[in-house]
């Protein structure tokens, strides 16, 4: 497949149009198939005050609590009272000694790795450390909790990783438990991950998802509840019930979109398109968003495309749809998961003065 290629104003319009044959490739893909005896804690998160997984009742009796508020990333969580709070790498620990169980709360940047987490590397990884994977369980679209055990001398301990996100940071709460105390202190834990509520300053759009392409150093954000299929560097998705569907390329390339026109790019894409229109054009040298409407077999079909040049590669994700099927509330929502199509950030603390 060949890349985007940069512009040059200086080079005649036939040499300018090679841009745009990924362009023409992305619409090409039609045929979407499916992507496809332990303790546990039932952990969820609340997030902008709405639980996401229904808690279970607990008998056992739980330690008195207080609670920890991060102002800088707006967010509080409930800790054990007489845990002693110190500070490890940056952040804050809470430890009882009694019961060599602890709590670690860390807030970094976006970690696209713990939010992309899959059951069967996490396994292997476990394993290679000399320990035991329990299960890697999704909460929500923006939540997942890690568990396994893992041997220190003659001692057991549980480990329950939650890691919740947004499109730009995450919160993981990490508690650690003697399994020789996990009866008594257990429901503590647990009391303290379902207590942790976040207010998120840039949420990921509902019912949507983060995904990535670490090769091409993207992530971006899909439908949750579409069907999906990939194939090397591209991935292609439908909405069986209104029959949208979207494509997402990757293009290994240095070049970036400088001096683009809206003209070519229409030209580009419209291909043999019928009425094909542009109706909303933005570009940057590392960014291009558009909108468009054409026909397709007597259909009147809507697009929305964005792409990112990262330096290394291109990125394109186009939604197309049957224009007349989509309700205004899905449009935007493909409008706002477009627009969050962005280079991998690199993952930096962010620590509260607390």
Not at 33 to 39: E, H, V
Not at 48 to 70: K, Q, R
Not at 228 to 239: E, F, H, K, M, V
Request: with cysteine; proline share 3%; aromatic share 8%.
């Amino acid at each position: 497949m060949n890349p985007l290629k940069r512009v040059d104003p200086n080079r005649d319009h036939g040499k300018k149009m090679l841009f745009f044959i990924i362009f023409s490739l992305i619409f090409l893909t039609a045929v979407m198939t499916k992507c496809q005896n332990d303790r546990v804690l039932p952990a969820f998160v609340k997030e902008d005050d709405v639980a996401t997984e229904a808690t279970t009742e607990m008998t056992d009796e739980l330690l008195p609590m207080e609670e920890y508020v991060d102002k800088i990333n707006n967010f509080s969580i409930k800790v054990p009272e007489g845990f002693t709070k110190v500070i490890k790498d940056g952040f804050p620990l809470y430890v009882d000694a009694k019961t060599k169980s602890s709590i670690h709360i860390k807030t970094t940047t976006l970690d696209i790795s713990r939010a992309t987490m899959n059951s069967d590397a996490e396994n292997t990884k476990i394993t290679a450390d000399g320990g035991d994977f329990i299960e890697l369980r999704a909460l929500s679209n923006t939540s997942n909790m890690l568990l396994y055990k893992k041997q220190n001398g003659s001692t057991i301990f549980d480990y329950v990783e939650l890691n919740s996100w947004s499109m730009d940071r995450m919160i993981t709460v990490e508690c650690i438990i003697d399994d020789a105390y996990y009866k008594e202190i257990g429901p503590t834990m647990e009391k303290c991950l379902n207590s942790l509520e976040w207010t998120k300053e840039h949420p990921i759009p509902e019912n949507c998802s983060i995904a990535a392409n670490e090769s091409a150093g993207i992530c971006y954000v899909l439908p949750a509840d579409w069907t999906y299929s990939t194939s090397g560097n591209a991935l292609s998705g439908s909405d069986e019930v209104s029959g949208a569907m979207i494509n997402v390329v990757s293009a290994q390339t240095t070049d970036d979109f400088h001096g683009l026109t809206q003209a070519q790019y229409a030209s580009g894409i419209a291909g043999n398109r019928i009425g094909f229109v542009i109706s909303r054009y933005e570009a940057t040298k590392e960014r291009i968003y558009g909108e468009a409407v054409f026909m397709q077999d007597g259909t009147k079909m809507g697009m929305i495309q964005a792409a990112i040049a990262t330096g290394k590669y291109q990125t394109i994700i186009t939604y197309e749809y049957p224009y007349d099927k989509i309700d205004e509330d899905t449009k935007e929502m493909m409008r706002e998961s477009i627009k969050q199509l962005q280079k991998i950030p690199t993952v930096k603390k962010i620590t509260a003065k607390n």
